[in-house]
């Protein structure tokens, strides 16, 4: 079984990323597991460039390939916000359900509801090379919260040809159409062509 350490301390990222790649042979580690206790610093204006800074830390720290994603939210009535802010969009004090809350008021009024989740997904090899794969899920934002399954934005976000929230998703329902699910078996894809 391949050895990856994933750069996330997400802990519900963590749980989607082994649940999906455990189905490929591929045994994910965690920062903890593997004993790296870095901070890196999500300095990048796009998903890619902070996916990329995480997994070419984690990979120099470790000496084992990394995984890592950055993902976030997109409104198109709100011009892609919050995107790479999602984590913090309203304030870094707001948890996951205020941070809902926000996105809710903030969308008070607007018809166009429309939005996507996006995931971009950066596997670093110590020997310096680099895959990157992106993943998303289509929906819209709803005027209130739904369902106790996910964390961040799942429960205001009404998935695409379903009538339920990413949060009210079975984990095997959500894994199968999120953007994580889908960015990661584009990341499979890619390391059997490689391997």
Excluded: W
Excluded at 8 to 21: H, S, V, W
Excluded at 96 to 109: A, E, F, G, P, V
Excluded at 114 to 122: D, G, L, P, R
Excluded at 126 to 149: A, Q
């Amino acid at each position: 079984m391949r050895k990856f350490v994933l750069a996330t301390e997400n802990q519900g990222k963590i749980r989607e990323m082994r649940d999906i790649l455990s189905e490929f042979g591929i045994q994910v580690l965690s920062r903890k597991e593997v004993g790296i206790d870095i901070h890196v610093e999500e300095t990048g204006l796009t998903f890619e460039q902070n996916a990329l800074l995480k997994a070419e830390a984690i990979c120099k720290a470790s000496g084992l390939p990394s995984i890592a994603d950055d993902s976030g939210l997109e409104v198109d009535a709100l011009d892609g916000e919050p995107g790479v802010y999602s984590s913090s969009y309203g304030g870094e004090h707001l948890n996951d359900t205020r941070r809902c809350d926000y996105l809710i008021k903030k969308m008070k009024n607007m018809e166009q509801r429309s939005a996507k989740f996006v995931c971009t997904i950066v596997c670093a090899y110590p020997d310096g090379r680099n895959i990157t794969v992106k993943g998303e899920c289509f929906g819209e934002i709803m005027t209130s919260l739904r369902g106790t399954g996910g964390f961040g934005y799942d429960p205001v976000f009404l998935v695409k040809g379903t009538d339920k929230s990413m949060a009210e998703l079975a984990p095997e329902e959500k894994n199968a159409l999120s953007h994580r699910g889908n960015a990661l078996r584009a990341l499979v894809k890619e390391l059997r062509e490689m391997i």
